[in-house]
């Protein structure tokens, strides 16, 4: 006997399925080649060994939403086209190999203007119609979890941009090249960042001096946002409340329409005005590789601008110390140790250095490095890693490991045209390690450390009593 439409057990057996789809999908978004090369933690297990225990995937956010159990993982890995489990269905892989050398800027779009509900299935919706999008970026305040209202969108083909690009046109959606790149809004939503970081720290020294318990001004500024959007929702919500019980109403006297038929055309009209509020038309877009030239030459000013404060500032320290230096000045000849800069445990010598073949990468980059601390912290997650020589705003950094077959290695995990990795042989090889014996020589030599002027940039930033925003002179002028 067929079970009645509605009945409690096919409604089971529908949210059954439609859990195990959402899982599958999941799960081909991790193994997929937009997410896997940008995803360090698990492109090195896959790295590793190509099947990756399902355990370890009930760790990730997304997953933990779905389910907690590995058995229905499994069961809806059954039907993938994209991944394969082992043998004993406690691994998954993929079927197809990955593209590790994918140009995943060359496929993205900068968006920017975004409405403040908007999230990946928004974005998702938005773009769709000029590609497929296989992923969504959407950066967040640490503090309030907000979106900064900008975001990336990457499709799964260079064409999709170009059509997107001639789309955004024919409205003025696309943001001009040779903008200042102050304007922004990454660099504004990080300037502001900044600032209220700044602002809730002098308020937390406030406090404790005074010993009140005042909130900090960033947390005032939230909760005035979201009562001003809370506001709003309450008297949409309250009209549309009003709207619906006047249709059940009609439902109820008439009695020839079903009470779902009308909410699920109140829920699909509900959808489609707020589709309408967040319009695309207000959004503004530019290719990613643009953004990049933009941003790095706003970083570019913005270190030029440190660097003229900090010779300013070391100029009066300098002044300051001289002074008040001592008329004597007694240096030591000790010996530094048996351990040296470079974490060698045999005692330094004073010249010279054994220079081993095959030890030094140079790792050259598409981009000037940003992030000085977070590079060297992916290069140290490799054991073999003994020395990191790199600085911030440099296209090429250096590598030094244990063994040959180490730098070997390291060579095979660095061949994408943004990261490619090269073992210096000869000459270059040769000069390298005469570099690595001259600083070496000039630590040992510099036994006493005479004080110097605070360094940092915050520090730096707290003297001058200002922060500091770029094109301001071209603007007066």
Known sequence: MEEEKGSPGKRVRSRKKLMYNSIRKQMEFYFSDANI??????GQLVMEDPYVPIEVFLSFNRMKQLTDSTKDIVKSLAKSQLLQLSEDEKKVRRKTKINWNIDSDGCTIYVEGLPSKADHEWMKNAFSSYGNVVYVSLPKYSGSKRIKQFGFVEFDCSGSVEKTLKAFQKFGG????????????SVVSFNLEQKEKAEGAEGEEKDAA???EEPPKKKLKVEEGESEEKAEAEEIEGENAQESAQEDEKVDEGGKEDKKTHRRKRH???????GERDSIFDLKIMTKKEWKRLRNKYLNLQREKFREAKIALQGEANCQRNAQRSPTLTISSKSPGSMNFYGESKPVANTGISMEKGLILELKLAEPLVDVKDFKAELRQYDFVKYVDVKEGTMAAYVRVDTPEAAEELQKRYTDPERQATILSGDAEAAYWQKIAQDRDAKIKKVIKVEKPKRGREKIKKKINQHIFFGQDDDKE
């Open 174 to 185: 696309v943001l001009s090249s040779e903008m200042d790149p102050a304007g922004l809004q």
């Open 210 to 212: 005074v010993e009140e």
């Open 268 to 274: 699909k009209a509900k959808k489609k005005s707020s």
């Open 37 to 42: 090369t940008k995803d360090r933690f698990l």
